[in-house]
């Protein structure tokens, strides 16, 4: 069974959470509340999530704060965030967003399709990363003698070989629907920086993997970085 993603609200207004949930629901995802930017750091600490969407105006810690916080975290760096505001303040407000490290910034009222859109892609690029660290954590264990233990079936490693491969060609396959998919629809510009990233990253993995195979040479490869 997948484990779901996890999507982050963070909005001081219960009203405008409940419409994110009623927006965002149809993705059967699981959407955490947070009603201000200290709770919504305090979730962060204990959980993963493949997407943030943030109030951009919040009493106390607003959203730019707040994202200056995440993005100083080593631990959420990473994790893209969509900023949400009610006003436009014009193309210095706009740039304050980006400069703040959002991915995207979107102006209230939305519309609800195209939310729903850009967070689905984020969440589909978080799931291909989950897969992938799965292989690369098996093929460690394989590097490591331990790979027979983990998979139970595979009495060999040319048998262990052979289903990792085939997990990985299942995280290839996907990815590549993904990346067409983004292509085809004009994505936002992080969002396929992040699955180029992605598609490097499994690139690495096949071919430590490959190396692995009979006749390829001694040693063991490096395996490569989730970083």
């Known amino acids: 069974m997948v ?4 999507i982050l609200l963070v909005d001081d207004r219960p009203e405008n959470l409940l419409a994110l949930e009623a927006i965002l629901s149809a993705l059967d995802q699981t ?3 947070a009603s201000s930017g200290e709770e919504a750091l305090k979730a962060l600490l204990t959980d993963d999530f493949a997407v943030i969407l943030l109030d ?3 009493p106390g810690m607003d959203g ?3 994202a200056a916080h995440i993005k100083r975290r080593e631990r959420t760096r990473d994790i893209p965030i969509i900023f949400l505001t009610a ?3 014009g193309p210095h407000h706009t740039f304050r967003g980006y400069a703040a490290g959002a991915v995207d910034y979107i102006s209230k009222p939305f519309d609800p399709w195209v939310l729903r859109a850009k967070v689905s892609v984020f969440v589909e690029l978080y799931m291909k990363n989950c897969q992938l660290r799965e292989q690369a954590a098996l093929l460690r264990l394989q590097l490591e003698g331990g790979g027979k233990a983990a998979l139970g079936d595979a009495k060999e490693p040319a048998g262990l070989l052979a289903e990792l491969s085939a997990r990985l060609a299942a995280v290839e396959e996907q990815a590549e629907a993904l990346s067409k998919q983004l292509d085809d629809d004009s994505a936002d510009a992080a969002a396929v920086a992040t699955a180029a990233h992605l598609e490097r990253k499994l690139t690495g993995l096949r071919r430590a ?3 692995l195979e009979p006749g390829t040479g001694s040693g063991a490869p490096a395996v490569p970085s989730q970083n």
Do not use: S
């Not at 484990?3 to 996890?6: G, I, L, N, S, T």
């Open 3 to 6: 484990q779901k993603a996890k």
């Open 31 to 33: 959407l955490v509340r």
């Open 56 to 58: 951009v105006q919040m």
């Open 64 to 66: 730019f704060e707040t």
């Open 87 to 89: 006003i436009n303040h």
């Open 209 to 211: 993997l490959d190396a």
